[in-house]
């Protein structure tokens, strides 16, 4: 088999050459390359009593439920740090297991990379170095560099370029985290022979141990099974009992970061043969540091520092040698409707005479953005002469086989055929007669272009045989009588004015958008001012007009805006007023409001910008909102008879008793990337789906920061004041209030908290829940984040009547899963901690006996109560979630962290 475990190919070779024995020959640019991780660790079930531990990391509370992927999501951000780099020295050493009785337990080391991280930038740099000991077959050093998904090495004394792809395991991690990675990664190819299936297992143990030292494991299992022996079922044994001499080879991979940095710590290999006997484990142990930027080289992780010179892909097509005219479909070719579009993957030529099938240049194309691509096309260019001779024998099984069926289509210059016929059989041959061909629509297309001085084909096969898909739909749309057609109609000359055109009609991603509009507003003299006019309204309901002002400081980067705006009733002919000032900066959004329309008091909320821009930038054009569940996508349009960007997003909003679905379309520069003119329609719908439109015109110019007053930016301009809490919870409470203080901080692994909201009762005395209010924390350094504990304050005669708060106990203690234990509680308090997974088991779901070992999916949730003479504080630790960010669990949301609350509660 082709790669079953290809990580288990690296290891025998080097292991091998360790203990003694003959190396083989070896790639050195995937041993440069390489480096992953394995744990065999085992965590303890969450959802017992034995998993609770005081010890526990904010990393472990905050990554311990997620996936594989979303581990490895949160190990790629910890790798970015502004103005700094990571740096690793990655040891790699093999232990030889029982498979190897000769030297059962000999461990030598192999190799160590050395590599430098620049995760802001998508590049590294990685120097392998051969152990002195280790004679295997290998380069004795060698650097690659690698940038944006590209890898850079030496190759025959040239600097060569390679596109770079990790086999990762499901749920592949970021490229960064992948590059680390690699060796181990090459465990996970799809298996490649159809006599051999193959299962991978993912797991995420957040409470392992490396060295001593906690950790968070990735573990992923291999396993390759054997044809004849019975497939493994999810739940115990076989079905069946196994062939004998006959288990499935398999390999444990896996992964340690740091529970509190989640920095890599190790990777592990385990390969064990079809005895199921281990044969080798290989181990890398990392040894991290941050090194600022401004300590390397100048053009450290830049390839044409590098050595390397860029090779023109269009050389061949342009070369004054060729016989031939060469027709092609461009550098991008976007025919439309169902066929996506395709880019030039290379250009080859011109051929040697005699050579291959006698054609002059190959052009091959590759589906956009698609990494190890399933489907493409190939066009050959050849003479007449040589076509008479040699090459019209490319693919003549297949268009002169008695199953085809031709179409003709006059192009400029000359004549195409399109051949339609059937997959050959899997030996490769075709029917011998027309009796004998298959049923059903045709499956195979080629095509020839004769233009006189020049024949083309397309997908001509160099050999028959047959694809894999059997008689089956094409799973390639351009292999198809469209797609074919597509091609034809897409052919001309080619030309560099052509292809350099085409280079500025290409289309940019919407974050090349955001990072083009925030180049325009850094190296324009001044600052941005903007005025935008909104009109809109729902039919028939509301007729809506806001004029807005904006101001953006790109060099800080700060903004500030004003809203005046006014909305008409027309059931009830009233108009409101209002006007919102807002200032965006260091991350955070204040804004006051006055008149009839927008929140009554001060506020202060993160400022999350998108798009890899700050909110004090993007605020420009805009951001989804915090309930916007959306798709935006990058086209070519017009505005007053000039080429403009369109940024179209398509989606909805949710409130409380509402959902809008809307189409927004949003005009900009393709030169400044400023916004001209947007316009939104959507349907506003309670039930009745009512349509709602709103229009925006844009005006911008840029004005000296001198003409504006010098305090234009500061909190005070718009009469911000931040909150005063203690006055609040004076005003709001009716009972003793127990809090954590103004600031909070624990220490150990638990972020520092402060004081972020206070939030009356609003329920009617005659409802539940009656509790007093809610005190709410966030992190420190994120004060106008999300909240991630909120303390929720009852009078304790309200607790415990008969409907009271105790109604939340009752559902704490009967939800499925869940265990609960007694907490040290400061004096003349009891405290009670509760636990359980939290999950939809359904309407019809057994739910398993045995709580609170339940072995079932979910996330583990913590709570604790602590009841004092006068007040019930119930603890809470939620985390925040939106359709943007997705769910962010609290690194409070664990027995540590609920332990570290019931011990900090003061009265006030």
């Given amino acids: 088999m082709k790669r079953l475990l290809a990580a288990l190919l690296i290891v025998s070779l080097v292991a091998t050459a360790c203990m003694g024995g003959d190396g083989e020959d070896a790639d050195p640019t995937a041993s440069a390359a390489g480096s992953g991780g394995v744990s065999t660790a085992t965590g303890t079930d969450a959802s017992s009593t034995e998993s609770v531990s005081a010890t526990a990391t904010s990393a472990v509370a905050s990554v311990g439920e997620m996936s594989p992927a979303e581990v490895f999501a949160q190990v790629g951000q910890a790798l970015v740090r502004d103005g700094e780099v990571f740096h690793t020295t990655i040891t790699v050493t093999s232990t030889a297991g029982e498979a190897y009785p000769d030297h059962e337990g000999e461990t030598g080391e192999l190799w160590t990379d050395e590599v430098w991280v620049d995760a802001g930038e998508n590049a590294a740099r990685r120097t392998f170095r051969r152990a002195p ?39 592949e991690p970021p490229e960064l985290v992948a590059y680390l990675l690699e060796t181990s990664c090459e465990a996970f190819g799809p298996a490649a022979e159809t006599e051999e299936s193959q299962l991978v297992t993912a797991r995420v143990e957040p409470n392992a141990e490396f060295d001593g030292q906690p950790a968070i494991a990735i573990v992923y299992e291999i396993t390759v099974q054997p044809a004849g022996a019975p497939s493994p079922t999810p739940f115990g044994p076989p079905a069946s009992t196994p062939v004998p001499n006959v288990n499935p080879q398999r390999a444990i991979s896996s992964f340690y970061v740091d529970s509190e940095t989640l920095l890599p710590l190790a990777w592990e290999i385990q390969s064990y043969d079809h005895s199921n006997q281990e044969m080798l484990r290989l181990l890398a142990t990392f040894d991290n540091e941050f090194v600022p930027a401004s300590d390397l080289e100048a053009g450290f992780f830049d390839p044409a520092a590098f050595g390397y010179v860029a090779i023109d892909p269009l050389a061949a097509l342009d070369d004054p040698t060729l016989d031939v005219t060469v027709y092609w479909l461009g550098e991008r070719f976007e025919p439309g409707g169902d066929l996506p579009a395709v880019e030039i993957y290379e250009a080859l030529g011109p051929r040697p005479a005699g050579g291959g099938p006698g054609d002059q240049v190959m052009i091959e194309y590759q589906p956009v953005g698609v990494d190890g691509t399933s489907f493409g096309f190939y066009l ?46 899997a030996d490769g041959s075709l029917p011998a007669s027309a009796d004998a061909c ?48 597509a091609i034809v109609d897409g052919l001309h000359p080619f030309s560099r004015a052509d292809s350099e055109q085409a280079g500025t009609d290409k289309l940019p991603m919407i974050e090349d958008v955001y990072a083009g509009l925030a180049a325009t507003l850094e190296d324009r003299d001044g600052i941005l001012y903007s005025t935008q006019t909104m009109t809109g309204g729902a039919a028939g309901l509301v007729n809506l007009r806001v004029t807005f002002q904006t101001w953006v400081d790109a060099r800080e980067p700060v903004a500030r805006l004003e809203f005046e705006g006014e909305y008409t009733s027309m059931e009830e002919g009233k108009t409101l007023s209002g006007t919102s000032h807002v200032i965006i900066r260091d991350g955070s959004e204040y804004s006051t409001s006055e008149g009839e329309v927008g929140q009554d008091e001060p506020r202060a909320v993160e400022a999350e910008g998108c798009y890899g821009q700050p909110e004090a930038i993007a605020v420009v054009i805009g951001c989804p909102g915090p309930t916007e569940t959306s798709t935006t996508s990058v086209e070519w349009g017009t505005q007053d008879g000039q080429p403009v960007l369109v940024l179209v997003t398509a989606g909805e909003t949710r409130g409380s008793d509402e959902v809008t679905s809307f189409l927004r379309r949003v ?242």
């Fill in 667 to 908: 005009y900009v520069d393709p030169d400044t990337f400023l916004p001209l003119f947007s316009e939104e329609e959507g349907v506003f719908d309670t039930g009745d789906g009512v349509l709602e439109f709103i229009v925006f015109e844009y005006e911008h110019e840029f004005v000296k920061r001198s003409a504006l007053p010098e305090d234009f930016f500061e909190l005070t301009a718009i009469g911000y004041t931040a909150p005063d809490y203690d006055a609040q919870i004076d005003e709001y409470f009716d009972t003793p209030v127990y809090w954590l203080g103004e600031a909070f901080a624990p220490g150990g692994s638990l972020p520092t908290l402060t004081l972020s909201g206070v939030q009356d009762d609003y329920s009617s005395p005659a409802n539940f829940p009656n509790y007093d209010g809610f005190i709410y924390y966030a992190q420190a350094d994120n004060q106008h984040g999300p909240p991630v504990l909120a303390l929720e304050i009852w009078l304790a005669d309200e607790w415990f009547r008969e409907d009271g708060g105790s109604i939340t106990l009752d559902a704490l203690t009967s939800w499925p899963c869940n265990a609960h234990e007694s907490l040290a509680a400061p004096e003349g308090s009891t405290a009670t901690l509760y636990w359980w997974v939290e999950q939809d088991f359904g309407p019809d779901a057994v739910v398993p006996e045995g709580s609170p070992g339940c072995d079932v999916p979910g996330s583990v949730r913590y709570t604790a109560i602590v009841e004092f003479p006068d007040t019930v504080v119930v603890i809470d630790a939620a985390g925040s979630s939106s359709p943007r960010d997705s769910y962010q669990p609290s690194p409070y949301n664990s027995a540590e962290g609920m332990r570290a609350v019931v011990e900090g509660l003061e009265r006030r």
């Fill in 438 to 485: 298959p049923d059903g629509a045709h499956n195979r297309f080629m095509t020839i272009v004769d233009y006189g001085d020049t024949m083309l084909t397309i997908n001509a096969p160099l050999t028959l045989q047959a694809s894999g898909r059997g008689n089956e739909s094409a799973s390639d749309p351009y292999d198809s009588l469209e797609g074919m057609r």
């Fill in 380 to 425: 050959q260019l050849l003479t007449p002469d040589t076509w008479e001779s040699q090459g019209s024998k490319l693919g003549s099984d297949l268009w002169q086989n008695p199953c085809v069926e031709t179409e003709e289509i006059e192009v400029d210059g000359g004549t195409a055929t399109i051949y339609q016929t059937y997959e050959p059989a």
């Fill in 133 to 171: 000991g280790n004679d295997a077959d290998l380069t004795d050093e060698m650097t690659v560099l690698f940038v944006d998904g590209t890898a850079y090495f030496e190759d025959d004394g040239e600097i060569a370029a390679e596109e770079w792809r990790a086999f990762c395991p499901p749920g």
